[in-house]
Structure formats: C-alpha cells, structure tokens
C-alpha cells in the first residue's frame, strides 16, 4: 500500500489534499486506480465519517468520471453520515471539474434508502455548490423530510418555518412530500422539540402566503387516499387539521372526504367524518348515505357510534329524509357490538324504518368446506434459465422452504453437470442484486445466508477455499448432531445449515442426482415409495448423510413392513436404514410439558430494553422418550428467559419435521409468542403451514394459536385465522384446549386479549361458529374467575352469544351466573346477560 492508499485508508485528510495538490491529470488518474484497487481489496472493511469524508476528497481529485467516483462513494461500506462537501467542493474546483451535481445525482439514485437518508446531508451539499436542482427520486424526498428533523446538539439551529420559508429544495419537492410512500414517518420525527413542527411550519407558510393552500389541502387528501402505515398518515391527519379547511373547502372536495370516511383507515376515517359532520350540507344526501352505510358495517365503535348519532341528528333536522336514513340507520343490525346494534335500530325504526323479520338457520355444526390433500411439491429445476429465475426472483427477500429446498436440489444438478453456463447466467444476478461477498454475522444464524454463500460458490465470485473451509469446518464440529452444538440455538435450524454445507461439498462433484429429501409434497413431507426409488437409482453409490437423514424425518410416522421388505432387498447401507426406520414407526413423540419462563438477567445498568420485556410467558418443554436418543436434538426443547433470542428462521421447520406438528410449535412458540407480547411482525406466517402438516400438535400448537389470535400486527392473526380454519376443517382443531390457553393467558395480562375478537369474528362468518362457540366457552371460564375480568371480555361474551345462537349448542361457562348475579348496567354484565338469555332458550 502506497503512502497516498494509507492516508486515505487512515482518514489522513491534509496529507491526501497536500498529495493532490499541483497533479497533472495523467498522475491524478495513476491514483485513481490505486485507490478503487485498494478500496476493492478491503471488501470486508468500513469507511466511516473521516475515512469515508477523505475517501470522497481522494476520489473527486482522482477519478476520472462522476460515475466512477459514484460507483466508489455508492459501495455497501462506505457510509456517508456527517460527512461534509465542502473540502469535496474545494479539491473538485482546484482540479476544474464541472461534474459534481452529476455525482450528486448518480448518489441519489444509487444509494438504498436507509444509506441515502444517512447521506442526504452530503448529496445536498454538492447539489447546492453547484447550484442545481435536487432529483426527486422517493430516496432523495425522503432523506430531505428527514434532514427538517435532525437534532441541533447546540441549539443554533433557525426556527423550522425559517428554515423552510429559504430552503431552496422546497418548491421543487413539496409536491413530492405527499406522493412517497412512507415519508411522512420522517416528518413525524418533528424538529427535536416539537414532533408537530413539520406541519405547523407548512401551514404556518400557507397562511402568509408563501405556498399555496389549496396544493397543501390537495396534497393532503391525495396522501391520506393512497393510504399509509398509521404513524405516517398522522402528520398529514395534522396538517390537515392546522389547515382548518373552509366550507367551500369541503365542499369542493366532499367526494374525497367520502371516500375516506368510508374507506380510510380509523383515524383518517374519523377526520373526514368530523369535518364533513362540521361542514353541514358540503355532501350530496344521496352520497352521504351510501358512505354511511360502509361506515355502519366497519368494526371501529366510536367511528360507528358517531357515525350513528350524526344520522340521528340529520334524520331531526330533515323530516322528510327521515324515513331513508333509518334505513340507513338499519344496517347496524348486523355489528358485532350488541350496544351499538341496539341504539341503531331504536333510531332506525324511531325514525320509520320497519325491518322484514327473517328466519334463523341453526346448525349444530361448523360449516366448513372438506380440506384439500396437501398439493404436491413443485417438479424439479429442469434447466439452468429456469434456476436463474428462480434465484433473481427471492433475493433481498425471504427464502421460503419449498424455493429453498428447489434451488438447492437444482444447484447439485445443474451446479456438477454444467457449471459453466450456470456460472455465465448467475453471477451477473448476484452481482446486480449485491449478495454480500463477506460474512455477515448473521450467516451463522440463518439458512438463508447459507444459500447466498453457495451461489456465490456456484458463480465463483469470492474466497472459494475459504468458503470450502467453512463447510468442512461446520460439519466437522457437529459430528455428534446438531444436539450436540447447538448451545440453545433451534435444532431445525442446525439441521438445515449441515444439509446447506454439505451441499457446498457437493459442488465439487460430478453429476450429482440432486437431494433425496426433495419433498413431492408441499408441506415439505417425502412420500416413502419415492425415497426408495431414489435409493434403489442411486445403487452403490455412497448417500450423503445429512441429506438422507432429513429425507427420513420427512416420511410419515407409521410402520410399512411391506415396503421395508424391499428396501432391506436392495442391500445398501440406505436401503437397511430406510428398512429400520419404517419398522420402527420414525420419530416417536415427545412429552410436552408446559411451562412459564420469566425474563432474562439484567445485562447492566444501561439495558434499556430489559423493561420492556414481558414479565412472564408460556412456552412448552419438549422432552424425548426416556429409551430414545435423540440424536438430531429435535425432540429437545427447554425453554429460555424472555429476551433471550438468536435469529431464528421458524418458516423454514415445518418442512423439517412435516409429519409431527407439536414438534415445530414447540420449536417456534417463543418466537409466535413475540407477535403478542412483543408487537413483532411476522412469526405467526408459521402457523397456516403448521395447520397444513399433520400429526398431533398438542398444547405446543394450541398455545401458539392463542398466542397468533393476539398478534400486534394483522397479518399474524391472520395467519392464526387461517390456521384455525385449516385445522377446524380437518377436525384436528382441540378448540377447548385454544381456548382455555386463550382465557389463561388474558387473565394473567400475558396478551392483549381485544385482539383476538376480530380474527374470531371472521372464523364464525367463514363457517368455524361451532368451533369458536367452544374456544369462547372454555376461554371465558378464566377470564370471568377474577374480581375484574380484562378489557375485550364483554366482546367475547357477545360473540359467544352470537356464535351460541347460531349453533343452537348450550354448553356450560362457569362463572357466567356469578357475573350476572352482580347487577348493574355495566356491559360486561350487559354482555353477561345476553349470553345467559341465549344459553336458556
């Protein structure tokens, strides 16, 4: 390494300025390729703030393009925070270039979205030296909202309407402001004082004149239609309000506030109901009531109760539109809150509406379509256009396990019988998508990043030898199974990283045949006749060990005698161990035992996150047969403190053990317990394709039911919603079980129990309403045993009236009678009451 390299490896800024000072362009260029050879070299090194500041000096005073120097300022490690243009600015007018806003721009189109927020500052810089317009690229927009909020440690900073009435990106990005998805998160972020600044500043701007108000009001609107995360729809919801549109306002726009009073999400639903309620008649009557009408149906109450007491004072002022708004009024007859159900129809019929009476079906069952066989698993890779897709298709995402299992099946195949042409195809995919080339740690967490270090093998980009040395060294040091190393790491997840490095020692071959545990069905399971094919084809060729032991724990539990018979027949070491395996039924169940942990240590007195762990949780404890070994680990699960967690991959192990679903749940419980208790996103997507494997599932599965019904976040409920149906239809759903661990878990404040009624709601309108009738019955035994009973527990008795109405079964709640004997007006009570009428006829 030159003197010039290692002043700018080690941020040395004068030495760098005083080497390029008097260069002829000849010389600069000579430095140049020394400089992007060395940056190259130290792929797996980061340049921050002074390396990554003198990094951009030595590239504008080198470099001989502005795509070279935004090509070098654009990597992966360079990052750019607080690095400041203005020695840039100096060294690129010392050399006489005239391209600094190109490499401005090329930045704002090249760094991610979370680097271009980080170096929005010195894009900016550039852009004003030059005295350019800024791009308007979601990036850039976003990386200015967010610089308006950026804390000022010595409160120097102007005043946020002073600094925006002069910011001279204003005009050209204000439109943008309410055009990209997402930005009004950074706006929310305030100025360090005040989180309303933003928006305060903006309208303050619109009263003297300095933008335009009906673009403000427009924008707004425009945002708050396209939709939004709630946090970044709230600054808009604010703005709007400081705007305090006029009649005339409102009237011009009454369409959009319709369509976001009946569609919006609740709180921008609620603001366009109070300004059209303010408004008066901005509303044609005709559009107002079709609104009403999708606003009655929403499960929102306070959306729905306003929604009613507005048409109850319309239908008073307007006699003769009386009897159409209790029309309207009508259609709460069918809302979930009993309360509101009532109040509407009192007004509806007060008002003239007479509802036709309609008959009631009662069916002492759920009505639920038969479930389908599992699909069979998607055909082989065939060629390697169709890998490549395949590949280009799931990076930068999640591997699922059945893509997973499929491109590494065709990268044994393709991989060993036409390397070249797979490595042509491939590598310009991974090099255009930035699969990272140095070990994250990460990747010895997680299969998926396993998967990126064989494609890179595959493609021959990076250290082959080192990547070969990993493999032989990851399956050297678990030669006694995954139990054996896994220090409290999930055993799915060591199995998958074993078959994953053994697959890297594979491609060294020649024409491999590709996995014996490719699953032929869906839910990662391997039909017994197909794995004894696969064998009696491979001969006396050697198997490989992890591969063949994953294919045996992907058959279906059972004895086959007949089928061991002509595997033992075949006389290889596989066929004698398929044989074995059959006659001994595959994995036994374990004992589960259900648990409660608590939280982990304190880690020190700064452990600001320790506070914000739940108190308690209930997990389950997996224990083998006393005369089984448990040689994979699977059978072994013991629990760890909340807080505790290693980077799990819980889709991909259901596919591990297909046939044995108390297993997984108890593998991935920790993890769907976090959706409740934690407000994570994303664990419960295991549960649909839990529900989709068979064998018993236990109070494993049942726990995580309960736990993915009070998800934080909706497409976890969802995906217990799915999963409870799945279940239901196959008769496999123990809804008592679910239920008791529903009830338990509220009554001890371990799950926000509000949550669970929505997707329960939904399981009775899809056909599960005996099902749900039973969960609801064993969950309110607990729930209604204490003093007072939790928040959503009145909305439990009401769907368990409505779903014990429409089954006709009576069953037994303890503790109902008590609640009832209390007296008073109180809606649990109320609620109480309903369901014990119900219950009696």
Known sequence: MTGFAEAVVRGRMSEVRSALAGLDEPARRALGDELVAEVRHRRDAWWWQGEAATLAVAAVGTLSTPTKVAALLGRRSVWLSGVDAAPVVDVARERGVTWLADVAYKLADRLPRDRMVAGWRFVAGLLLAEKAPPPTGDDFVRGWAAAQGWPDPRGTRPPTVDRLRADPFLDALLPRLFEVDGVGTELARGDGTDSNALPRALAALAAEGRLDRAVLLNGVLGRLLRGDRPGALRPFLVLHDLLAPTLDEVAVRSSAYLRLLADGPGPVARAAQRTLREAGDAAEPEALWEAARTVLARPEKALVRAQVSWLDRLARQHPDQAPEIGAVLAVAADHPDAGLRERALTLARRHGHRPVAVATVVEARDDLPPPLPAPAAPPPIADVDELVEEVAATLRGLWPASVLERVMDGLLRLGTHDRDRLEVALAPVLRRERVAEYEHIWARSDPSFEIDRLLLFVARIGDATRRRDGWASTLATTGGGPAAVASGRPAPMWLYRLRLAEAGQRLDGRDDPGLLSAPTSATGAVEPSVLYERLAALGDRPYWRWDYAQALLRLPAGVDEPLAARAEALGTPGGVELAAWLRGGGVPAPVQEVVTVGRRDRSGRHDWSYDQLPERRRLVALTPPADVDD???????????????????????????????????????????????????????????????????????????????????????????????????????????????????????????????????????????????????????????????????????????????????????????????????????AEARRLTATLAV
């Open 631 to 829: 040689r994979f680990g699977l059978l072994t699960v013991r629990p760890s403190a909340i807080g505790r967690r290693v980077f799990d991959a819980g889709h991909l192990w259901p596919t591990v053990l297909p046939g044995h679903r108390g297993v997984v749940a108890a593998h991935v419980l920790a993890e769907v317990a976090t959706t409740a208790q934690e407000d994570v996103a994303g664990p419960g997507a295991v549960l649909p394709a839990l529900a989709d494997c068979t064998g018993a599932g236990g109070p494993a599965l049942d726990l995580a039911l309960a736990y993915g019904l009070c998800a934080r976040h909706e497409a976890d409920r969802v995906g217990a919603l799915d999963a409870l149906l799945i279940l239901a239809a196959a008769g496999d759903l123990d809804a008592p079980a679910v239920g008791g661990h529903l009830g338990e878990l509220g009554a001890q404040g371990q799950v926000i129990l509000t949550r669970a009624v929505t997707p329960l709601r939904d399981a009775v309108a899809a056909g599960a309403r005996l099902s749900v009738w039973r969960l609801l019955a064993s969950a309110l035994t607990p729930l209604l045993a204490g003093p007072t009973p939790p928040r959503g527990t009145p909305d439990l008795l009401a769907l368990a009236a409505e779903a014990a109405t429409a089954t006709g079964v009576r069953i037994d709640v303890p503790g109902l009678a008590d609640v009832v004997a209390r007296g008073g007006s109180s809606r649990l009570v």
